[in-house]
């Protein structure tokens, strides 16, 4: 069974600053792979970022990183110089076996308000 | 365009009726999915399908069903068996288990 557990119901940051917001997993799959979303008030869900459990290197994509500490069973994403427009709710997401089409499982989010 | 549309956007029931949701893709997806959402709340698995004519149950199916004839389509079905179908439902679908793509969500009232 997969699980995604987001422990931080909301977040505040000041425009321009970074932020992490966290998420921990647990699986019994040998491989998985790990997704970051956002959801901004309108309800669409817009893919971020995504890691797999093999790939050597933290993910990047332009202002977003993913910190994968696999022993911990972490990742985390980092939201460098924050925008306003970046207000929303995240999810992070699990699926098992990469290259399959499996299951995929969500954590319940974390609400990030990014003020002036 | 290439994307995922489901259909309505809003959609109201009358207790005891059942209501089918809209999901199509044209991205030529094998796996597609359904999540029900609730205010303040992650995203639950309702059903999902991994190739045409197959699809298995989520972590919260009771209510609920659907079909894939088509690789194209998944309709989403809210039976009167749903005590509490007042949610926001959203359609994804998937390129052999990689990232998922979403519709814009249908949200569903019960009056």
């Known amino acids: 069974a997969q699980k995604i557990t987001q422990t931080q119901p909301g977040m505040f940051v000041q425009e321009k600053e970074a932020v992490t917001l966290d998420c921990t997993y647990d699986?019994?799959?040998?491989?998985?792979?790990l997704f970051w979303y956002k959801q901004p008030s309108s309800g669409e869900m817009i893919f971020l970022i995504y890691?797999?459990?093999?790939?050597?290197q933290n993910a990047t994509e332009g202002r977003y990183s993913l910190n994968f500490q696999k022993a911990r069973k972490s990742a985390n994403l980092v939201i460098s110089a924050s925008q306003l427009g970046d207000s929303a709710m995240y999810f992070c997401?699990?699926?098992?076996?990469?290259?399959?089409?499996?299951?995929?499982?969500f954590g319940t989010g974390t609400r990030l308000q990014v003020t002036l | 365009d290439g994307g995922i549309t489901q259909s309505p956007k809003y959609l109201f029931r009358k207790e005891g009726q059942n209501v089918t949701l809209s999901c199509e893709q044209n991205?030529?997806?094998?796996?597609m999915y359904w999540y029900r959402q609730d205010p303040g709340q992650g995203l639950r698995l309702i059903y999902y399908?991994?190739?045409?004519?197959?699809?298995q149950k989520g972590d919260i199916a009771e209510g609920y069903s659907v079909s894939r004839e088509k690789k194209e389509s998944f309709p989403l079905t809210v039976t009167s068996a749903q005590k509490n179908p007042t949610a926001f439902y959203l359609c994804?679908?998937?390129?052999?288990?990689?990232?998922?793509?979403f519709g814009q969500g249908t949200r569903l009232t019960v009056v």
């Open positions: 994804a679908s998937s390129p052999d288990g990689d990232e998922a793509f």
């Open positions: 699986t019994s799959d040998p491989s998985y792979g």
């Open positions: 890691q797999g459990s093999y790939d050597q």
């Open positions: 997401a699990m699926r098992g076996s990469p290259g399959t089409a499996s299951k995929l499982t």
């Open positions: 991205l030529n997806h094998d796996a």
């Open positions: 399908s991994q190739i045409v004519n197959d699809f």
